[in-house]
T-cell receptor, first 115, second 113 residues
Framework: SAVISQKPSRDICQRGTSLTIQCQVD?????MFWYRQQPGQSLTLIAT?????????ESGFVIDKFPISRPNLTFSTLTVSNMSPEDSSIYLC????????????FGEGSRLTVL | GEDVEQSLFLSVREGDSSVINCTYT??????LYWYKQEPGAGLQLLTY???NMDMKQDQRLTVLLNKKDKHLSLRIADTQTGDSAIYFC?????????????WGAGTKLIIKP
């Protein structure tokens, strides 16, 4: 199993500002995933963060809007840049377990409200 | 693209069985999951089933898979107030470096006393 800590747990932000979310894992992992969770919508993968290489972004998400850092095997950050009210959401950090079940472990999420 | 559908709400009485349904479109789906998200918490794997199985039972949980209809269900027997949560259905056909889950929107289970 993996224990994932995310900071901040929630924040209220002003339009046009940027916020960085931190994700700390208690073990070394190769892939870390950043998801967005909006009410009534499917969990949406933003990007996959691999240590030592550029993050891989999914369709509809770009590095300028969601820059990601992955300085080591236990830590990653996601920045939500130039925020608008449409960015209000829960952002979740996730890692894949080491066994063959494909289980994902999630942080508790960061709930952002953009005014 | 591939899609996973599930209803957004289910209301059941405490002590009754809850059945949460999910349909998916990926014909090559090999792993299917049910995740649970309690209020204010991240998602947690509840159970999973491989595509070569029809059923899996784990204590109060029963997962049924109908591959022909691409239908997955989660039955919770003797539903308790602690089962109040959002239940997400997810599937994948890759376990390698292309690993990615396709998620449903989640079904909120509401327990009536």
């Amino acid at each position: 199993s993996a224990v994932i800590s995310q900071k901040p747990s929630r924040d209220i932000c002003q339009r046009g500002t940027s916020l960085t979310i931190q994700c700390q894992v208690d073990s070394q992992v190769t892939m870390m995933f950043w998801y967005r969770q909006q009410p009534g919508q499917s969990l949406t993968l933003i990007a996959t963060a691999n240590q030592g290489s550029e993050a891989t972004y999914e369709s509809g998400f770009v590095i300028d809007k969601f820059p990601i850092s992955r300085p080591n095997l236990t830590f990653s950050t996601l920045t939500v840049s130039n925020m608008s009210p449409e960015d209000s959401s829960i952002y979740l950090c996730s890692v894949k377990g080491g066994d063959d079940t494909g289980e994902l472990f999630f942080g508790e999420g960061s709930r952002l409200t953009v005014l | 693209g591939e899609d996973v559908e599930q209803s957004l709400f289910l209301s059941v009485r405490e002590g009754d069985s809850s059945v949460i349904n999910c349909t998916y479109t990926d014909s090559s789906s090999t792993y299917l999951y049910w995740y649970k998200q309690e209020p204010g918490a991240g998602l947690q794997l509840l159970t999973y089933i491989f595509s070569n199985m029809d059923m899996k039972q784990d204590q109060r949980l029963t997962v049924l898979l109908n591959k022909k209809d691409k239908h997955l269900s989660l039955r919770i027997a003797d539903t308790q107030t602690g089962d109040s949560a959002i239940y997400f259905c997810a599937e994948t056909s890759h376990m390698d470096s292309n690993y990615q889950l396709i998620w449903g929107a989640g079904t909120k289970l509401i327990i009536k006393p």
